[in-house]
């Protein structure tokens, strides 16, 4: 190489350059052709034809902000590297609109030979971070890159753990979560243990992890991951990391216990079973957050951590069927009723009844709670248990039927103001068609608000979307009733129109043959007319009295239609039987009557789809409607 001049260039590190970089210099740097960069007569063209000090010249960015070394890094020009980081320092800690330096890029870009440069030139560039927080090796360990990490970490290895980004996640915690797996973890697991025999470390000499609270440890990643493999790296190399707490005072067995990780719980269980009892700043142990969680595979090892499971309180006095109930988790409910012991004695294999009726602070039973949250499967399995007793009054003097009622009373409220709101708005002059959409929107907003929190902080009953689904299979169920009592009174009509038009002989024969089963097919017949017209008056009662009745109601209307369809199905055997010996037309008329495996299935799956979920779902937020919602 020839020709090397002493550029002078403005040393201000804070210097924003306003000048866009020449093209002809972005190639020479992108390309390596140190020749022509550095060439005198090449330079003194650039200045006359730019008009501008070469110092302004070498000093101008790309539009993202690169220097000429970002570029050369970024590109692997190792000699524009050299050359720009020997000649022009004052671009080596130079920042891009990112806040990237070049030995930034160097390593996001998997440049092995200009991170070395660099490092070389500045070693204060290990420990700069860019608008993300991150430093040269968070880039290297996001990028998967073991090269560039080995190289950057062997420089500095204090950066692969005490250096946190914004975040919150270290060298250390990335390489866990997507760092390019285990090999890069092994890296910075022997770097730090050998390269710092004080991490961990605390006073008492006793192993520790320094992570402040803010930050994220390794341990969480690998159990999000759900990976044992990492669990066990760390916990081997440093098991002082299982004792970390958040900010939230939570281990990591609370957190393994949130997620349901069944395998991490009993892998941190056999390494730190303290964990078990420690409490978060809510004073909920791990098998409070699994209960919370609904992970009843969790709350079962964790129950076999302690012998007395009146033991399991958190700060509010809760037990876990407390904590179950007020999070709606059924499952966690169930599996705590059928395991609860017949008698007021404990047993290693059985929960206490006690935990059935205790209350917490506030005097609130789990069934409180669950109808204080409108919780309607939780309450439905707890209010189905004859041990569970209904009338135990809380601090403020409420049953729990006293609490779902104030609940319903005050999801009826609030349905009726911003109906007789909208109704308000709707009076106004509908030419401004813009001004209307606005208030509605505004109202809809409303009614989100009133749906999600009442004034104690409590969930609200969603009885807006309760009242329309109601509507809707009030609608459907009604539509079905009328057309199974058409079908069944055309069914009806059939037999007489058949005795006049079929022969004497042939009609007698038919009834000589099946006389029973002439009888069976008038009684099927008129059954299912009756019930599915009952079910229709019952529907159409409904749709013009008390909502409150109507979850009842649909669960009575579903099963009389759904008996209507299954006589219905029935009745086709019964025809069949009766035209095997008459006349062909007879026949075919009943052929036209078939399609009885459809009519089964759905007689099977019909009454299902309403009488259960549904049917609970409703009840709970419709029941007392009536009783704030004068006629």
């Known amino acids: 190489m020839k020709g090397f001049v002493a550029i002078a260039v403005d040393e201000d590190p804070d210097h924003e350059a306003k000048e866009t970089m020449n093209l002809e210099l972005y190639t020479y740097a992108k390309k390596d052709r140190i020749n022509e960069l550095t060439d005198y007569h090449s330079l003194q063209q650039y200045q006359s034809k730019e008009h501008a000090p070469l110092s302004t010249i070498f000093d101008a960015v790309t539009p993202s902000g690169n220097s000429l070394l970002h570029v050369a890094a970024s590109y692997e020009s190792e000699n524009v590297t050299r050359y720009v980081a020997r000649e022009l320092t004052s671009l080596i800690t130079r920042e891009n609109y990112q806040g990237d330096t070049a ?116 341990v969480y990643a690998a159990i999000e991951l759900h990976s044992e493999a990492k669990l066990q790296k760390l ?47 809510q004073g909920n142990l791990p098998i409070h957050i699994a209960s919370k969680h609904g992970h009843v595979k969790v709350v079962e090892v964790l129950l076999e951590q302690w012998p007395d499971k009146m033991e399991f309180l958190n700060g509010k006095e809760q037990n876990i069927l407390h904590v179950a109930a007020e999070h709606g988790q059924e499952k966690v409910v169930q599996y705590i009723l059928t395991n609860i012991s017949e008698e007021n004695g404990n047993s290693s294999s059985k929960l206490p009844n006690a935990l059935l009726n205790e209350t917490d602070e506030d005097g609130n039973t789990p069934l409180h709670l669950a109808a204080k949250h409108g919780k309607s499967f939780a309450v439905f399995g707890l209010i189905r248990d004859k041990r569970v007793d209904k009338e135990i009054v809380n601090n403020e003097n409420l049953t729990s039927y006293n609490v779902a009622e104030n609940q319903s009373k005050a999801a009826v409220m609030e349905y009726e103001k ?11 002059d509908t030419d401004n068609v813009a001004m209307v959409d606005l208030k509605e929107d505004k109202l809809a907003d409303a009614k989100k608000q009133h749906e999600t929190a009442d004034s104690n902080g409590c969930k609200r009953l969603d009885f807006y979307q309760v009242k329309q689904d109601v509507k809707t ?22 037999l007489p129109k058949l005795a006049e038009k079929g022969s004497s002989s042939e009609f007698q024969r038919s009834i000589h043959v099946g006389p029973l089963l002439l ?56 025809t069949y039987e009766i035209s095997r010996t008459s006349h062909d037309s007879f026949r075919e008329f009943i052929t036209s009557c078939g399609g009885k495996d459809v009519l089964e299935n759905l007689a099977r799956e019909f009454p299902a789809i309403i009488t259960k979920q549904n049917f609970i779902n409703d009840t709970v937020v419709l029941e007392h409607h009536g009783n704030s919602h004068p006629h």
């Open 103 to 218: 030995l930034h890029l160097a390593a996001r870009n998997r440049k092995l030979s200009t991170v070395k440069i660099l490092v070389q030139a500045d070693a204060s560039l290990l420990k700069m971070t860019n608008k993300k927080g991150n430093t040269p090796l968070h880039e290297a360990v996001i990028n998967g890159d073991y090269d560039v990490a080995e190289h950057l970490v062997g420089e500095d290895r204090e950066v692969a753990y005490n250096y946190y980004n914004k975040a919150g996640k270290s060298p250390l915690y990335l390489a866990v979560k997507n760092g390019g797996g285990i090999d890069i973890l092994d890296l910075l697991l022997d770097a730090i243990q050998y390269g710092n025999s004080n991490y961990p470390k605390r006073e008492d000499g006793d192993s520790h992890s320094k992570l402040q609270p803010e930050v994220k440890s390794p």
């Open 235 to 281: 916990a081997t190399k440093f098991p002082a990391l299982l004792h970390y707490k958040d900010k939230e005072l939570r281990n990591p067995l609370h957190y393994a216990s949130s997620l349901g990780y069944i395998e991490g719980v009993k892998f941190l269980l056999e390494k730190y079973k303290a964990g078990a009892t420690e409490r978060d700043k």
């Open 418 to 428: 911003s109906d007789k709101m909208l109704a308000k708005e709707h009076q106004c």
């Open 473 to 494: 299979k009030i609608e459907f169920l009604l539509l079905v009733a009328v057309f199974v009592a058409g079908v069944t009174f055309a069914g009806a009509t059939q």
């Open 519 to 574: 009888n069976l097919y008038i009684i099927v017949d008129i059954w299912s007319l009756n019930s599915s017209v009952v079910a229709a008056i019952i529907l159409l009662w409904t749709q013009l009295n008390d909502l409150k009745f109507a979850p009842y109601a649909l669960w009575i209307s579903s099963n009389l239609v759904g008996g209507s369809i299954f006589t219905s199905s029935s009745k086709g055997y019964k």
